[in-house]
């Protein structure tokens, strides 16, 4: 029988299943005599083995088998519910999840655990459990040093790396290790890649790309590179990225490559390739996707009445889907300029019936793309139990919204920094127990997540009944960092000393913990989420708490606009950075501290030529008396965007610049208009500092 056929549907029902078995765990954990929420678990157990065993993943099948074993006895009440049996419980979830990633990365979903199945068979037999055993057990695992002599070359590889030392190429395996406290290693992995790739070309990585996206790995990674650079060099400038403990660097000579090809291939056949055959970059694809597993829309949800009428679309069909809806609405803005040029009545006729129909179909397309943010927050509550634990602390996850959607691509790229945000609010917001209540708090703290729609944006909340940020702490850190000077201090806001924990590196923890380490990692939270043309703000109550609120577009792909000019090129500036336009005499602009200013409705907007930013300045001074302003936010900044004049409002496609030209300054990407020019957009928030 082929299976492969279903592999997709396996894959995808498989998430489902394991997910619904961590929110029921949870559940059970709140109500251990609830025999309805053991017999959910139970079901979607059941449900998962039976799927695995038709599509000959014996190991997950196996797994699943003992777990639904203890299960059975937790409802036939031969075992009672505990919080250590429920850890190992979960750590069976859990190794049952990597598991089927790694089926999805292309794998066949093998993994070594023996010693769980173990201990899930002594719990069924009611023995007692042993943590410091499946501690020491843990700790005792083998971990993977990655080196030389532990990377499996194939014969394409190595004749490769012998023709690029013919031609002057230095070969090195450079083997970087994360500290133990580094938190987004993907964003480790991305910065390490963007800094080796401009140094020469990468030819292979263990583990593999997509294993390096998706977290799968402990905290070393080996990239092997081709490079007229020395090792040192390489070393210095990879050692700057934050959070990395130490680089090592293995020069591959031709002689070792001899000896490899001597002793390696007498045995090819059995041995495992770790690495597929690859020529083409995989940093592209690491700064492409991410570590979340693609989501899937319209999707099916168990136990729903209404399944019958929902279908799993591939969401690569959807992007297809978008991609030629896209260059309908270039055709579209093309037919609507020749229309107002010949003024035919009945083209112009055709033309409006065509616009309400291809909106319609717009907005159809964009809902099929939208996803529940549900699909992030449902992993938050285990992780939260997970990291309370750790920590000693007593905390209850409030998740508010959840329904609430977001395109798919912005549902990719929000997950890591909600994580970050939420380690952060568990180790440096809530208090310990004994502190609570000495504040006179409860002994458990509260950590609300919610999400909502308002206007063209959705909202996500992080608030917690903590500490709140220490504003004497912060301003000392800031000013011994050089962030602030000592006089401008004291007349911060509140709310400007909170959001100045967002700077690069900046921390006040007095000591490194393996939670949110020393506050590494808040500055890639706000790049983030200001690369995805959103907003990160922060209000915080010196000993009440903190809510952190990330304000998010609701799509990517299709934007609207406004079009202006200047020296006869058109650019364009999203709507949702626009406060409003305005044309002002040349007069009322003033100087201060060298910058070109005005005052409006009482609030002093400095100016920015965009002639200036681009380059585009002749010389000749513009004699007119009147300038054209485009007033636009970040946060609760503002700037006066001088631009020659307004063409009008338009809704455009965001076309990506490519990879030679990611690094313009101002800006984020371009569109090809109706008369088949391209436009550039301004990039607003990288205007305003």
Do not use: W
């Not at 020395?230 to 020069?251: F, G, N, P, Q, Y």
């Not at 083209?347 to 291809?358: A, D, G, K």
């Amino acid at each position: 029988m082929d299976t492969s056929q279903y592999l997709d549907m396996f894959i995808e029902e498989s998430k489902e299943h394991l997910q619904a078995c961590n929110e029921q765990l949870l559940a059970l954990e709140n109500n251990p005599d609830d025999l309805a929420i053991v017999n959910e678990i139970f079901r979607a157990a059941h449900t998962l083995k039976g799927m695995s065993a038709t599509m000959g993943y014996e190991d997950i099948a196996d797994l699943t088998h003992k777990m639904e074993n203890v299960l059975d006895a937790i409802r036939n009440s031969k075992i009672s519910v505990t919080t250590e049996i429920l850890d190992v419980v979960f750590e069976a979830s859990d190794d049952l999840e990597l598991m089927v990633l790694d089926i999805e990365a292309g794998g066949d979903g093998k993994k070594d655990v023996s010693h769980l199945v173990d201990t899930l068979n002594r719990i069924e037999a009611g023995e007692p459990l042993d943590l410091s055993e499946t501690a020491a057990a843990t700790e005792e695992a083998p971990t993977e040093v990655l080196t030389s002599s532990g990377i499996h070359y194939d014969e394409f590889e190595l004749t490769v790396i012998s023709q690029s030392s013919d031609q002057g190429f230095n070969a090195y395996e450079i083997t970087v290790e994360l500290r133990e406290d580094c938190l987004l290693k993907v964003a480790r992995v991305f910065m390490t890649f963007e800094i080796l790739e401009k140094s020469g070309e990468v030819i292979k990585t263990v583990p593999t790309v997509e294993k390096l996206e998706n977290e799968d790995f402990d905290q070393k990674f080996t990239i092997v590179l081709l490079t007229h650079e020395d090792a040192d060099e390489l070393r210095a400038k990879v050692m700057k990225v934050s959070e990395i403990e130490d680089v090592k660097i293995t020069h591959i000579t031709d002689e070792y490559v001899q000896k490899y090809k001597q002793t390696e291939f007498e045995s090819l056949e059995e041995q495992p390739q770790e690495i597929e055959k690859k020529t083409e970059n995989p940093t592209v694809k690491a700064a492409q996707e991410k570590a979340e597993p693609k989501d899937t829309a319209p999707s099916k949800k168990s136990g729903q009445s209404s399944s019958n009428k929902t279908i799993r679309v591939n969401i690569d069909r959807l992007d297809i889907l978008m991609n030629l809806f896209e260059e309908l609405v270039i055709d579209r803005g093309r037919l609507q300029s020749i229309a107002s040029e010949l003024h035919n009545p009945e083209l112009n006729e055709s033309v409006e019936r065509m616009t309400r129909v291809s909106g319609d179909l717009q907005n159809i397309i964009l809902n099929m793309r939208m996803v529940p943010v549900e699909t992030v927050f449902n992993r938050f509550p285990k992780m939260v139990r997970t990291l309370a634990r750790d920590l000693n602390k007593k905390v209850n996850l409030e998740i508010i919204g959840a329904e609430t959607e977001l395109d798919r691509t912005v549902i990719d790229e929000i997950g890591d920094p909600l994580v970050h945000l939420i380690r952060n609010a568990l180790d440096h917001g809530v208090e310990s127990p004994e502190e609570r209540i000495a504040a006179g708090k409860p002994e458990e703290g509260t950590v609300t997540l919610r999400a909502y729609h308002s206007g063209n944006h959705v909202f996500i909340e992080l608030e917690d009944d903590g500490a709140g940020v220490n504003r004497e702490r912060v301003l000392n850190k800031a000013i011994e960092r050089g962030i602030v000077s000592e006089e401008i201090a004291p007349t911060l806001s509140d709310k400007q000393v909170a959001e100045l924990i967002l700077a690069s590196g900046f921390s006040t923890a007095a000591a490194i913990t393996d939670v949110s380490g020393r506050g590494v990692g808040l500055d890639v939270v706000k790049n983030t989420i200001e690369s995805l043309g959103g907003h990160i703000s922060i209000d915080s109550k010196e000993g009440k708490g903190s809510l952190f609120q990330v304000q998010l577009p609701l799509t990517l792909s299709i934007i609207s606009v406004m079009l202006v000019e200047l020296d006869q090129e058109i650019y364009a500036i999203p709507l949702s950075s626009i406060i409003e336009t305005a044309i002002i005499q040349k007069s009322d602009i003033l100087n201060a501290h060298n910058q070109p200013v005005i005052d409006f409705r009482g609030t002093i907007v400095p100016l920015v030529d965009l002639k200036e930013i681009f380059e585009m300045r002749d010389g000749n001074a513009d004699e007119e008396d009147f300038q054209s302003i485009v007033i636009v936010r970040k946060g609760e900044s503002l700037a006066g965007l001088v631009v020659d004049s307004f063409i009008g409002q338009q809704e455009i496609v965001l076309k990506s610049l490519g990879n030679y030209l990611q690094s313009v300054f101002a800006i984020s990407g371009a569109t090809i208009l109706g008369n088949g020019q391209v436009a550039l957009i301004v990039d607003c928030n990288a205007l305003i500092k």
